[in-house]
């Protein structure tokens, strides 16, 4: 913690830079109209932005991988067994598309890969972000960047001794679905809250019957308010489930700005834990 808060204060000092250095440069363009000094102002202002980048270089990565470090890591490993995490791997995009629950795009990136058991279930989780590729002008020409269409977090686990047919779950505020569910049947289940807060495909409707018990719906109702959206295939014996959540991204701190308390950070992590407990123990029971 205390590296952690040592690079936040070199951080702050590299913002502060920052803005001395754009306040230079619109002042001392003002100042070119009248008199001649506003150069000096100007090289001042140049001469901030390279500070600031020496500061800033290389402190934010560092920051965030000891973050993942002696937190993440540390707090995965009190939770489940056989982990293995990188914060750098991810998941190929052949794995996304082959949970078959969102449409994908021309550009992706994944991070966040995490591997580990939990109470002898084996799971596999990582960041993922669905991008698009666009051309930008500028005076110096054309350049390529990729917006973000769609970001979440994709876990998967097996269900022992199953081999369901295909269904897809998805919460009503799941956006970027797959459009291979035009192809479906989307089934009205008995439960008329559930109704309400999900969406179910198959192409046998008896196998979302089969697999939406009661207890089951019960299980998953609360899943579709705790988080932003959340999507769900169960095929044969094994679960994709895509969600993500509003307050924040998963295993990332809060800021690199602000002051760290230590159980603030523990708490939120554990939360992000939880999260995967609760829904593998949700699906784990069908």
Request: with cysteine; charged share 30%.
């Amino acid at each position: 913690m205390e590296e952690l808060n040592k690079l936040r204060k070199i951080i702050i000092l590299g913002v502060i830079c920052i803005i001395i250095s754009i306040g230079s440069f619109v002042v001392g363009a003002i100042m070119l109209f009248k008199h001649f000094e506003g150069v000096y102002v100007i090289l001042f202002g140049a001469f901030m932005l390279i500070v600031s980048a020496g500061m800033l270089y290389g402190k934010e990565e560092r920051f965030t991988s000891l973050y993942k470090v002696f937190l993440v890591d540390k707090e995965l490993k009190k939770h489940f067994t056989n982990v293995t995490y990188s914060m750098r791997r991810g998941f190929d995009d052949t794995r996304v598309r082959e949970a078959a629950l969102l449409e994908m795009s021309d550009a992706y990136k994944s991070e966040d890969y995490l591997k580990a058991e939990y109470e002898e279930t084996p799971f596999e989780q990582s960041d993922f972000f669905i991008q698009k590729e666009h051309e930008v002008h500028g005076k110096a020409g054309r350049a390529y960047m990729d917006a973000t269409l769609y970001k979440g977090t994709l876990l998967i686990f097996e269900i022992p001794d199953k081999n369901l047919e295909s269904v897809n779950v998805y919460s009503k505020d799941f956006s970027r679905r797959t459009k291979s569910i035009e192809r479906l049947n989307k089934c009205e289940m008995e439960n008329v809250e559930f109704n309400s807060r999900f969406d179910v495909y198959a192409a046998n409707e008896q196998a979302a019957f089969y697999l939406l018990t009661p207890q089951f719906m019960e299980k998953l109702m609360p899943l579709a308010s705790h988080f932003q959206a959340y999507a769900m295939r169960v095929v044969k014996n094994r679960v994709y489930v895509i969600y993500n959540k509003q307050s924040h991204d998963i295993f990332d701190p809060d800021s690199k700005i602000r002051k760290m308390s230590y159980s603030k950070e523990i708490e939120k992590i554990q939360k992000d834990i939880e999260d995967i407990k609760a829904i593998i123990d949700a699906v784990r029971g069908v």
